[in-house]
């Protein structure tokens, strides 16, 4: 961001902005609570074409096809979403070479209340590892323009792709109402 | 196949059973804009590799039910190019979701081909959810009103020049033979990709 600029008020905000200056237009998203405002931001801005996918990896089928035709795109979800992808980024992301941006809201730690979220939450970082995907934890939001636009030429340079962890920390998670 | 379950059955009863590898021979043969076409995993792969490698196939070797959800990117990516995918019954029950997405999406420039043989052949020949699961009536559900059942050869032409004219998104649906692929792939993913990119222009030829 140039110092010049008039900084973004939210999280979403900014990473809504640093998606456009990316040039980041095919948003496909499984929905989550925690990312409302920022899937709801993007339906509203008509720079993106943005629509739900019944299952995370149809989403990443959906980008991986769009990247190959010459267009960005991105992947929403919540980190039991993340659960769905292992076989759709080692069969197909990784070994295809296919900068694919996938945002994961995080459940499963900092007050969650599932139990399932919390199991899944423990296996997201080592199927990650494991297949060498870059990924990045993001806490605060003076960190998150930088970040996330650094990443994402990155992965683009790179040709390869990069998973956005966005901690409730950043977000605010999602807390026990009930 | 013959056995409907519900009155509201699709399935024409004496659809001929064709062979998958003569007719991905005649649906490449009525590409003359170079359109995508993406090979679902297994024999729809296998059998679209040996029909002949244009640089504007795809073939995918892993994720098995994306080869639709690839298509369809493609197709967002470039609306103005026609894009096939060709996709197995076993495949496109594993994920049957995509047909609603399609459908709300509605891509004009979107054909899907079922070959619906009743098995997992590559893996043993086990059999699918069909014929329980008509493949047509699910898709028409799912609100792709352009799916249909082929009767026969012509028949598969004929819905092949009717999708290429746009109106889509379209889904054939062929009822094949047991005969396993003719060929089968190379199996370098970043070849594949990289080619199939040029092959789109999304890539310099020369680069």
């Keep these: 961001m140039k110092e010049n600029q008039v900084q973004p008020a939210t999280w979403h905000e900014i990473i809504l902005a640093t998606l456009k200056q990316n040039n980041v237009k095919l948003i496909v998203y499984v929905p989550d609570r925690v990312f409302t405002p920022l899937i709801k931001a993007l339906h509203a801005d008509k720079f993106f074409a943005t629509f739900a996918a019944t299952r995370e990896e149809e989403a990443i089928g959906i980008i991986t096809g769009a990247w190959m035709g010459g267009l960005r795109g991105a992947v929403l979800m919540q980190t039991s979403g993340f659960g769905t992808i292992p076989n759709a980024l080692a069969s197909l992301v990784v070994p295809c070479q296919i900068p694919a941006l996938i945002f994961v809201s995080e459940r499963g730690t900092l007050g969650e209340f599932n139990l399932g979220q919390a199991l899944v939450y423990k296996t997201m970082r080592p199927v990650l590892n494991s297949l060498a995907v870059e990924n990045v934890t993001i806490t605060r939001q003076d960190e998150l323009a930088f970040t996330v636009d650094r990443s994402i030429k990155q992965a683009v340079a790179t040709q390869a792709p990069v998973t956005f962890i966005l901690s409730p920390l950043l977000t605010g998670g999602k807390v026990f109402e009930g | ?207």
């Design chain 2, 1 to 207: 196949m013959t056995n409907a379950k519900s009155s509201g059955s699709t399935r024409a009863h004496n659809a001929k059973i064709m062979n998958r590898f003569e007719l991905t021979k005649r649906l490449v043969g009525q590409l003359k804009h170079e359109e995508a076409v993406i090979g679902g995993i297994g024999n729809a792969n296998f059998d679209l590799w040996a029909s002949g490698q244009r640089p504007q196939n795809f073939y995918m070797l892993g994720s098995m039910g994306l080869a639709i959800p690839i298509a369809f990117g493609v197709a967002i990516a470039q609306p103005h190019r026609h894009v096939f995918a060709l996709e197995g019954d076993g495949s496109l029950l594993m994920q049957l979701g995509c047909l609603a997405t399609v459908g709300e999406r509605a891509p004009k420039n979107l054909t899907i081909v079922v070959w619906d043989n009743g098995i997992y052949q590559i893996t043993g020949s086990q059999p699918t959810a069909n014929p329980a699961a008509d493949l047509v009536a699910i898709a028409r559900g799912a609100g792709i009103a352009n799916s249909a059942w082929t009767a026969d050869e012509t028949d598969f032409d004929r819905l092949v020049t009717t999708a290429l004219k746009g109106g889509g998104p379209n889904l054939i649906a062929v009822r094949i033979d047991d005969k396993p692929a003719v060929a089968t792939t190379d199996r370098d993913p970043v070849q594949i990709r990289e080619r199939f990119m040029r092959g789109l222009g999304v890539k310099a030829a020369s680069a």
